[in-house]
């Protein structure tokens, strides 16, 4: 009996049992993995320099800087020896003689393979194995991007850009949900300076979860002195990402982008730099080396948490953590590789994943 037990209350951690809506403070958490190699090399440093297809996740303001001819992006990675997977892909469109840009991207980060042992002991007390079924749960997101020029000099430029997001995530067969928010960002670019801001989930993004059971499975959570989730809707507090950035010309062939980010969270205290009720501020910087516009030299660091010492057997003293990150990149015509070499908790933690992603730019063929 112990057993079902346990895997009842396996099932119910990975659904969000709530009796009325309310705000969660990682809600939607998928949706601050990162998208494309470059931005996640640089330890997620994009708001005030993207300027891609990938910018429909980082700022929408920034796809006016896809010119002339559509650009995509696509991104698969393996994240804990393959359990968990992260799809992502984008496309840009540029319209009305590049005063306008349409975008669209998805995506995709699910734990596939998952055991149901629901039904391992039998009524009798015996366990059967064979009664072990699994199944996936995925998170998915779809933006619609839109961003146009505010003003375009020789050197100046100002735009704004707007997301409608469609999220829907889903649990086996035993719940899912469906969701809508808006992002909106603005970029400005004035000679070798590059400033940026983009307000997330502007409107609080929502979720409404629904949850289906069948008879024998409720008896079996019944049983077990599990709840039984109804419908509830989870709420996702707004956020704002602010940055600036800084082009530097080291000699005649290469060139240097200085990028810092800040994070503003308003859902409580976060374990960040600067924790308060108010206002939680996490800090992100990247730079980028850009080698006759051909290769390209990535770093950054992200995600600074206090924690307690390794060495510190009482438990009592805590040090500053970070996560870091390299990548490179090469060019060759309208098609770019990326890599990233990123760590997923600390510099300490050997959680480190490798991540490519591809960029192109969508040219017709002369005739």
Sequence with gaps: MKLVKKSGWLILLLLPVFTKAQFRKYSN?????GAGARGLAMGG????SVSDATSGYWNPAGLVGVKDHPNVGIMHVDYFAGIAKYDYASIALPIQDNKRTLGFSILRFAVDDIPNTLFLVEPDGSINY????????ADYAFL??????VQETEDRRISFGANAKI???KVGSFASAWGFGIDAGLQMRIDKWHLGVVARDLTTTFNAWSFKFTEKEKEALYLTKNDIPVKSTELTAPRI???GGYNFDVGKSVKLLAEANLDLTFDGKRNTIISSKPVSIDPRLGLEATIKDVFFVRGGIANFQKA????????QKKVWIYQPSVGAGFKIKNVMLDYAFTNLANQSNPLYTHIFSLRLNLVKKEQ
């Design 29 to 33: 958490e998928f949706l601050n993995i």
């Design 45 to 48: 440093a994009q708001v005030a």
């Design 130 to 137: 064979n009664n072990i079924q699994t199944f996936s749960s």
């Design 144 to 149: 619609f991007s839109f961003a146009q020029h």
């Design 167 to 169: 999220i829907h995530r």
């Design 241 to 243: 990402a602010v940055g």
């Design 308 to 315: 307690l010492a390794d060495g510190d057997t009482l438990n």
